[in-house]
């Protein structure tokens, strides 16, 4: 349970946590404060179900809103979902909201988007990656004197300075206050006499057994519960003495509870222990229905295990989501171990969440675009469990390289490319007897390393994927291959050789009849190709036929990289007000999509814009900004004289009409921009949200909601699947 997150300034943000009411711990909650205006490090211990995360999230909110205006913000960074030590970095970093596309370790791109930053990070749920998270703690603190840390576990990190803050259950009167409140949320109002204070006593206070008691209470009165508890505990009093009291008290409540349950709850409860994070209600029926549960069942049984607060449910971008609490969690997967149904469930769970990302890559060519980046930034968690279970069971390594491929557009389209790569290199480090797959996650990286600049492992990649592709002689392979050696000949001012392999690469496309994303960014990086040589009406007519197929299709991605040629082309014409708001339309969609690349090209043509307009000082500050972009993009403008062309042009611009010490002024002034109000000054009117495209034209397929079964294996025929 957490308190409610309003991310400070300083962050990009992510949904705000949806929580039920806080009750109680006023004086906890002046103790926490107090002890963090006095100490860097404050780590909150206590038993599971104390409530170390609502208190903590509750301080970091209240010492954000009573902190001086001075950019002070903070972040929740959920650790409990995390196995991997090695993504303990990436979580940090996905919970600031930051968006880096270079080859840098996770660590030094929070070291500098936190320098300077009066900053809090909530760490919490890290027992089981205590060492991954004090070394990672200690060289922030050490690095960043304005940083402090608010850490909830059940042991210390362990560090020098650390100050600990041990949590006790509620006392009498609060802990009847949190039973009476959440009883008339379940419209089950309780009085405080004796019965209810018996109650609250037995339980210990501990606000997660106090939830679940209220969740009952719309079945049974306090007498009721009391009675069925002390039976509970009289059978638990002869074991688990090595256990703590109060954890012995918690999993008394969690059985208790569970024993309340209907055959039908507890199986269900068992099941959804697979999921990580959040799910939905898709999920639940396909993974969790079959043997003693039907499908049909699934949403009533899950309505019951909502009202016994056994789950939550809460409203995201992506629709309403489910959440099963972790020390909840914890206790049903136990039971699905016992049953020996785990690996099944977990099989099932992998199948849905593969099904899922097939599914999102075909519709990414679709009006649902942005529907399905938001679907796959809330299963993100699920989808990094789906991908460890193939790429460590045996035999499966093939899925494992498939789900990482399929998931281009996330790691390409929606700024991971850095996870990205670390899951295809994974992957295509095991053996596979399937060629397919493995040559999908091969184009991929190779794309990924292109955009990182990191051109000798994307070179490897690529001609490694030819080379199999065409012994294996897979055409569509061949093409994917070809047309990202393209790309990086492009990036690499080889514009004879991009062209080149562009055109073959685009033949092949056509032949083979494919036509999506990918397709569309072949005929927007050729149009560059030609742009860069001096072809400009070659240029603007290959984009003009790219923007109308993807307003034919709804698609906004790849239109949005050919909004950005046709603006320089509208610039070089002359025409900065037409170029001014394709540009707009650019920058629009691309800061939607998390896509940095697009964002930061398009603020630099901005710039030059701008200073064609008359204004030399904003120009200037864009460029600052641009900058500051481009240090998480990668080498700025790909290191092309192509690419900086422009902006060498609109520097020396701006620096005749203002000075070397103006000019220097305004720069610095736009490299302390953060990338959302770098977006909104480049905008001029603050960030905007996106127009309506046409309606497509043609059938639109289904969506994916609703559907029961994992979506079909891919097809060449209108999906990023070739490959």
Not at 153 to 165: Q, T, V
């Amino acid at each position: 349970m957490r308190g409610p997150h309003s991310p400070g300034p300083w962050t990009d943000g992510g949904p705000p946590l949806e929580l039920t009411r806080f009750v109680g711990r006023s004086a906890e909650l002046a103790e926490l404060t107090a002890a963090l205006g006095r100490a860097r490090l404050v780590t909150v211990t206590g038993a599971g179900g104390v409530g170390k995360s609502r208190l903590a999230a509750r301080v970091a909110a209240d010492w954000t809103s009573n902190a001086p205006a001075d950019g002070a913000g903070w972040a929740l960074v959920e650790l409990a979902a995390v196995r991997d030590p090695r993504f303990v970095e990436y979580a940090v970093v996905e919970a600031l909201g930051l968006t880096d596309h270079t080859t840098r370790p996770p660590r030094e791109t929070l070291l500098e988007h936190l320098a300077g930053r009066r900053a809090l990070l909530v760490l919490d749920g890290f027992e089981h990656l205590v060492a991954a998270c004090a070394e990672l703690v200690a060289e922030l603190l050490r690095k960043l004197p304005e940083l402090r840390v608010l850490a909830t576990g059940r042991r210390p990190l362990g560090l020098a300075g650390e100050r600990l803050f041990a949590l006790a259950p509620l006392g009498d009167d609060e802990a009847v206050d949190l039973l009476a409140d959440r009883a008339r949320a379940q419209g089950a109002p309780v009085d405080d006499d004796a019965g209810v204070r018996e109650l609250c006593r037995r339980l210990e206070g501990l606000p997660l057994a106090l939830e679940l008691a209220a969740g009952r209470l719309r079945a049974l009165s306090p007498a009721q519960l009391l009675e069925r508890l002390d039976d509970r505990f009289r059978l638990l009093a002869g074991g688990g003495r090595d256990a703590l009291p109060r954890h012995r008290t918690l999993r008394t409540a969690i059985g208790w509870s569970h024993e309340l349950c209907t055959p039908a709850e507890r199986l269900l409860w068992a099941r959804l222990s697979v999921f990580t994070r959040t799910f939905d209600l898709d999920a639940a029926e396909y993974v969790c229905s079959g043997d003693g549960l039907p499908a049909e069942d699934v949403l009533d049984v899950l309505s019951e295990l909502l009202a016994q607060s056994v789950v939550s449910r809460e409203e995201t971008p992506a629709g309403p989501r489910y959440r099963v609490l972790d020390t909840v969690r914890a206790y049903g997967a136990g039971w699905l171990e016992a049953t020996g149904d785990a690996d099944r469930l977990r099989r099932r769970h992998r199948d849905w969440y593969l099904g899922l990302a097939t599914w999102c890559e075909l519709e990414w060519f679709s009006p649902r675009q942005r529907e399905v980046a938001a679907r796959v930034d809330a299963e993100l968690p699920n989808l990094r469990t789906a991908l460890e279970f193939s790429l460590t069971e045996p035999d499966e390594a093939h899925l494992g390289q498939h789900l990482a491929g399929t998931l281009w557009f996330c790691w390409v389209g929606c700024g991971r490319l850095s996870e990205g790569r670390r899951w295809l290199e994974r992957s295509l480090a095991l053996e596979s007897e399937y060629e397919r797959s493995r040559l999908k996650a091969l184009w991929v990286l190779g794309h990924v390393a292109i955009l990182q600049g990191d051109t000798v492992p994307a070179l490897r990649a690529l001609r490694t994927c030819r080379e199999r592709a065409e012994r294996s002689a897979d055409p569509a392979a061949v093409a994917y291959a070809e047309h990202r050696t393209g790309c990086l000949a492009l990036v690499t001012d080889d514009m004879v050789r991009a062209e080149a392999l562009l055109r073959s690469a685009l033949a092949r496309y056509e032949e083979i009849g494919e036509l999506n994303s990918n397709v569309l960014m072949g005929r927007v990086e050729l149009a560059m190709a030609r742009a860069f040589q001096g072809d400009l009406p070659e240029a603007v007519r290959l984009c003009r036929e790219v923007r109308r197929v993807c307003e034919d299709h709804g698609e906004r991605w790849a239109r949005s990289y050919a909004l950005y040629v046709l603006a320089y082309a509208a610039w070089l014409d002359g025409d900065t007000a037409g170029a001014r708001e394709l540009l707009a339309g650019c920058l629009t969609d691309a800061h939607a999509f998390r896509d940095l690349l697009g964002s930061v090209l398009a603020i630099e043509l901005l710039a030059l814009v701008t200073v064609a307009q008359g204004d030399p000082a904003e120009a200037a500050v864009l460029q600052g900004a641009a900058g500051r972009l481009w240090s998480s993009v990668g080498l700025p403008l790909f290191g092309s004289a192509y690419y900086n062309a422009p902006h060498e042009r609109c520097e020396a611009a701006a620096r005749r009409a203002l000075g070397a010490a103006r000019y220097a002024e305004c720069v610095r002034e736009g490299a302390g921009l953060d990338r959302e109000a770098a977006v909104a000054r480049a905008l001029g009117d603050g960030i905007r949200p996106l127009p309506a495209l046409p309606a497509p034209r043609g059938p639109v397929a289904r969506t994916c909601p609703g559907q029961r079964e994992p979506a079909a294996s891919p097809t060449r025929k209108g999906g990023e699947t070739a490959g």
